[in-house]
């Protein structure tokens, strides 16, 4: 499975646009990138995922380049609720389906 | 129900004990996974059951967790003869075999143990 690197914290303030990004050096063809959201005291939560290019939804954008060595999560616009930890997964989406997490990048929103 | 219920959620224990986590996986689900997260960490993959297949268990840390599913049912997490190091929260997730392919599982709150 390939190993992510995601930056351990983040800050950031009310109405900023918001940019994390994950490594995955040794990603392979069949990897997909997921991004979960977790909130203090409760279990995670699927934001997005994508194989190339450019995915949005609702919540949030992720890119990824065409190497697809990194790809980065971006919130438009975050609030205080945003303060979360985001976590970068990498999947194979084999018949297995074991989705392993890192430790994941503790975002602060501030006011 | 129309998420993942977990129970208890918190358990208070001492340390030699035995303890049983209760997952109630959304109906219909076929995969079901535990993991563990203690405090301020990432979440440790345990293990997986995909319907009727024999269970990936590749994650469970020692022989003293052991855990069950029946079909595609509840699943029960037992750990035996708790020690301080066990204390986490146990998360419980599930997800059918369309939202795997899209990634997404559906997480409980978790059942917090502490071992005194």
């Known amino acids: 499975l390939a190993k992510t690197t995601q930056p351990i914290s983040m800050d950031s303030y009310e109405g900023q646009e918001v940019n994390i990004t994950c490594s995955h050096n040794?990603?392979?063809?069949?990897?997909?990138i997921t991004w979960y959201q977790q909130f203090p005291s409760q279990g995670p939560r699927f934001i997005i995922q994508?194989?190339?290019t450019k995915v949005t939804n609702e919540v949030a954008s992720l890119f990824i380049p065409a190497d697809r060595k990194s790809s980065t999560l971006s919130l438009p616009r975050v609030s205080l609720s945003d303060t979360a930890v985001y976590y970068c997964?990498?999947?194979?989406?084999?018949?297995?389906?074991?989705?392993?997490f890192g430790s994941g990048t503790r975002l602060l929103v501030r006011p | 129900g129309a998420g993942v219920s977990q129970s208890p959620s918190n358990k208070v224990t001492e340390k030699g004990k035995d303890v049983e986590l209760r997952c109630d996986p959304i109906?219909?689900?076929?995969?079901l996974y535990w993991y563990r997260q203690r405090l301020g960490q990432g979440l440790e993959f345990l293990i997986y059951?995909?319907?009727?297949?024999?269970?990936?268990k590749s994650g469970l840390p020692s022989d003293r967790f052991s855990a069950e599913r029946t079909g595609e049912s509840v699943s029960t997490l037992t750990i035996q003869r708790t020690q301080q190091e066990d204390s986490a929260v146990y998360l419980c997730?599930?997800?059918?075999?369309?939202?795997?392919?899209?990634?997404?599982?559906?997480f409980g709150e978790g059942s917090r143990l502490t071992v005194l």
């Open positions: 997730a599930s997800s059918s075999y369309r939202d795997m392919n899209t990634g997404e599982l559906f």
């Open positions: 040794n990603i392979a063809t069949n990897d997909y």
């Open positions: 994508g194989y190339k």
């Open positions: 997964l990498v999947d194979m989406m084999d018949s297995s389906y074991k989705l392993i």
């Open positions: 109906s219909g689900h076929t995969a």
């Open positions: 059951f995909q319907g009727n297949s024999a269970p990936d």
